[in-house]
């Protein structure tokens, strides 16, 4: 039906088409009233009353009833939203969830830092001396083949491994004594009993008797070669027949000594102890 105005008395106002006008007058027993229409039919139009007004007012709720069902079926309130009627449905509260605590990170356990065990000390091997060449011994010695003789030339000389002293003769080698000691001061077994230091840290003496030319023999009295082990060698005594070579050492020497002949000679090799 189209209805046009609904008043605040309840009497509706407006132009009917002539079906509702029959619906309405058989179902609310409306009067009815014709007039002119520019559709060529006669309208009806509702005139107020008591019991036209409670027609009315049915009319309204039935109309309202039914637009709130259509409302209510096209978009039904979200259980969820705070924008629907008082009471219809319980709001619901979001409890929190605890905020969850960060674990502590673990403390990290110091690893122990392993002290080095002392190195034991290295076992000192024994110093080995330099080999000795062939013959060597370290001890005194003596010798001899003639009673009388004369020293024609003294020279000392350097050898691979040893340091040599020569006394050569002009006959044969008369006595001899080749004695080591351990310091490179020396006292002369003449009659004026002088002492001489040599160079080097040990010494060697060595004692020719007898020597006839001990007044006139000719040569070097002293030598200074600072050779590895002899460092210097001289004449100390010449007296009654007796003649005394000191020699200054590098250190306590071992010694090689033997004789030579044609022309006869004295020699007395010096290594290392």
């Not at 990170?105 to 000390?121: G, K, L, Q, R, V």
């Not at 006595?175 to 001489?196: E, I, L, P």
């Not at 007044?215 to 070669?225: K, L």
Request: with cysteine.
């Amino acid at each position: 039906m189209h209805v046009r105005q609904l008043t605040r008395a309840g009497v509706v106002k407006g132009e009917l088409s002539d079906g509702d006008c029959r619906i309405l007058h058989s179902r609310y027993r409306w009067r009815l009233t014709t007039g002119a229409s520019s559709r060529g039919h006669e309208p009806c139009r509702a005139l107020g009353g008591p019991r036209h007004n409670r027609s009315v007012r049915r009319l309204a709720t039935t109309l309202g009833a039914m637009l709130l069902v259509v409302a209510c079926g096209s978009a039904p309130p979200s259980p969820t939203s705070g924008s629907g009627p008082s009471g219809s449905a319980s709001p619901i509260v979001s409890t929190p969830s605890p905020t969850e605590q960060p674990s502590p990170s673990p403390t990290p356990t110091a690893t122990p830092i392993a002290t080095p065990s002392p190195n034991p000390s290295p076992i000192a091997t024994p110093t080995q001396g330099p080999t000795l060449p062939a013959d060597f011994a370290c001890a005194d010695a003596s010798g001899g083949m003639v009673a009388v003789s004369t020293v024609s030339d003294v020279r000392v000389g350097q050898h691979e491994g040893y340091d040599r002293f020569v006394i050569e003769f002009g006959g044969g080698v008369p006595d001899y004594t080749v004695v080591r000691q351990n310091s490179a001061t020396f006292q002369s077994g003449g009659g004026k009993g002088d002492q001489y230091t040599l160079e080097g840290d040990a010494g060697v003496m060595v004692t020719i008797h007898s020597v006839s030319n001990w007044t006139s023999s000719s040569g070097p009295t002293e030598f200074t070669p600072e050779y590895p082990f002899l460092h210097q060698a001289k004449r100390i005594e010449s007296y009654e027949g007796y003649q005394q070579w000191a020699l200054g050492v590098h250190s306590m020497p071992c010694l090689r000594v033997f004789t030579l002949d044609s022309p006869s000679r004295l020699v007395v090799d010096i290594a290392a102890g």
